[in-house]
């Protein structure tokens, strides 16, 4: 993440995100998939040593290299699009809204307070009393624990979408989208960018 | 280079008059009123400087009406027209938060020649 500055001065927190080029490897049809989608590679700098023989008569058809990462997009848009096509970062204009979906950061066996926000107890003056859930259900009745109640457990690493980021500028030349406040995951990753 | 510099490279101003802590700096602060600008100037000493790149800011303390009042300014914000040194101020400290409990001839700062 960095800053910008907008027309008041005010400082802004901003995500800078490598968006495509992303080439249309296929196009899922109606009569043959049973669904309207556009397949999506990006096109990344290191290109994929030693593409697999399956890869490689996938994208085949496209004409275009073995990409690492492949994600099917809904189509509404105008105008027809072709296998081999490309997608830059144009499609977006400053202050548009856009959804981004991410895996977001593994944060292993996360105990109840910092996984669900509970409160824990009193660090000291004897307190005894310091992260634990507490009662997870009585004795005699329920005498059970019910379903879904909420514990410690594995936390992150889920796929979290953050809605209506700001678009707050686009840099064509690089392909780079900038948009305010955060997005899941970790730098470097992969995301997916949906207009809101 | 980074996809963040490069950003980053895009906002920030080339032309920032050198100032250090220390220094009793005039900062030019544009006001927008509605459609109305105008410009207010904030003339202090510099206490502290923190952050790199587009996020440095500086601290500027006064004293007005009796009273210490300090501001954190952007040094790459839009809202700063430009900042104006005064006088070189000689510390050797990074940070002059002891002059909070100074006041008067004790607050005063040596000049550099």
Redesign the interface.
């Given at each position: 993440m960095?800053?910008?500055?907008?027309?008041?001065?005010?400082?802004i927190p901003?995500t800078?995100i490598?968006a495509g080029p992303c080439t249309v490897i296929q196009k899922k049809a109606k009569d043959k998939d049973g669904y309207e989608a556009l397949q999506l590679g990006l096109v990344e700098e290191k290109a994929v040593k030693k593409p697999k023989k399956a890869a490689q008569g996938h994208f085949k058809k496209s004409e275009s290299p073995v990409t690492k990462v492949l994600r099917e997009f809904h189509y509404g848009g105008q105008g027809e699009v072709k296998e081999g096509d490309q997608f830059f970062v144009d499609i977006f204009k400053a202050g548009e809204k856009v959804h981004v979906t991410g895996t977001s950061k593994g944060k292993g066996f996360a105990g109840v307070v910092k996984r669900h926000h509970f409160r824990g107890g009193g660090a000291s003056h004897g307190s005894m009393f310091h992260r634990a859930p507490g009662s997870i259900g009585a004795s005699s009745y329920p005498s059970r624990v019910v379903r879904g109640l909420r514990m410690g457990g594995h936390m992150g690493y889920d796929r979290v979408t953050v809605r209506n980021l700001t678009v707050f500028?686009t840099?064509k030349e690089?392909n780079?989208l900038?948009v305010k406040g955060a997005i899941p995951g970790p730098n470097g990753g992969y995301v997916l960018i949906h207009k809101a | 280079m980074s996809?963040?510099q490069?950003?980053?490279d895009?906002?920030m101003k080339k032309d920032v008059e050198p100032f250090g802590v220390g220094d009793t700096v005039k900062v030019h602060v544009?006001i927008?009123e509605g459609d109305k600008e105008r410009i207010q100037v904030y003339q202090g000493d510099v206490i502290a400087k923190r952050g790199t790149g587009?996020?440095t800011t500086f601290t500027v303390r006064k004293i007005s009406f009796g009273i210490g009042v300090e501001r954190i300014f952007?040094v790459?914000?839009?809202?700063?027209k430009k900042v104006e040194v005064l006088r070189k101020g000689k510390v050797r400290r990074s940070k002059l938060y002891y002059l909070r409990r100074l006041k008067g001839k004790a607050a005063r700062l040596r000049e550099e020649k």
């Open positions: 960095t800053q910008g500055f907008d027309d008041k001065g005010n400082s901003l800078v490598k500028e840099d690089n780079l900038v | 996809l963040i490069l950003v980053e895009k906002h544009i927008k587009l996020s952007p790459h914000s839009k809202a700063i």
